[in-house]
T-cell receptor
Framework: DTGVSQNPRHKITKRGQNVTFRCDPI?????LYWYRQTLGQGPEFLTY????????KSRLLSDRFSAERPKGSFSTLEIQRTEQGDSAMYLC???????????FGPGTRLLVL | GDSVTQMEGPVTLSEEAFLTINCTYTATGYPSLFWYVQYPGEGLQLLLKATKADDKGSNKGFEATYRKETTSFHLEKGSVQVSDSAVYFC????????????FGTGTRLQVTL
């Protein structure tokens, strides 16, 4: 078990471009979470999947953000028409059914110029 | 709603000094409590957790005791090392089925020789 992995680790893009991030959870974890962390702050919840179903979305997740987990394994987070305010670290975490402990990936750091 | 308050950093200590990072929480019921650590440029790693009142979580020389009476979960270490320099986050799972985590703002620890 290699833990939660995320790709890419870093992404620099120009304002208005679309970006997509990938998260591979710990195998057999059926819960997957996305968080956003800005400089000097703790992570903030964005959205949550149980298997392939997206069960909860934060108000932070504007219409430009979309997340999928098509087969209940890996997940993607897409940001359309990026804005400078989207610059942050995007963290993915996974947990087992009924498990409270979430295990985090290394994150994808996004910089929007 | 549920919330976590951490002491503001940075905390600067000499190697082998005693460490305390304060964390207090507001929650419905008695959730599990977590400490995560984030090293520069990396994601979050679970440091320790406690699942009920009076439980003591411990790992790598760090300890924290779940105090229901004072709604606190302070992190302590008897002798810090330079390698402990990182940002420490206190967190709790929100009540409800998703168990999304609510984090404090983090406390940066800098240990010097």
């Amino acid at each position: 078990d290699t833990g939660v992995s995320q790709n890419p680790r870093h992404k620099i893009t120009k304002r208005g471009q679309n970006v997509t991030f990938r998260c591979d959870p710990i195998s057999e974890h059926n819960r997957l979470y996305w968080y956003r962390q800005t400089l000097g702050q703790g992570p903030e919840f964005l959205t949550y999947f149980q298997n392939e179903a997206q069960l909860e979305k934060s108000r932070l997740l504007s219409d430009r953000f979309s997340a999928e987990r098509p087969k209940g394994s890996f997940s993607t987070l897409e940001i359309q028409r990026t804005e400078q305010g989207d610059s942050a670290m995007y963290l993915c975490a996974s947990s087992s059914q009924g498990g409270e402990t979430q295990y985090f990936g290394p994150g994808t750091r996004l910089l929007v110029l | 709603g549920d919330s976590v308050t951490q002491m503001e950093g940075p905390v600067t200590l000499s190697e082998e000094a005693f460490l305390t990072i304060n964390c207090t929480y507001t929650a419905t019921g008695y959730p599990s409590l977590f400490w995560y650590v984030q090293y520069p440029g990396e994601g979050l790693q679970l440091l320790l957790k406690a699942t009920k009142a009076d439980d003591k979580g411990s790992n790598k020389g760090f300890e924290a005791t779940y105090r229901k009476e004072t709604t606190s979960f302070h992190l302590e270490k008897g002798s810090v090392q330079v390698s402990d320099s990182a940002v420490y986050f206190c967190a709790l799972p929100n009540t409800g089925t998703a168990s999304k985590l609510t984090f404090g703002t983090g406390t940066r620890l800098q240990v010097t020789l």
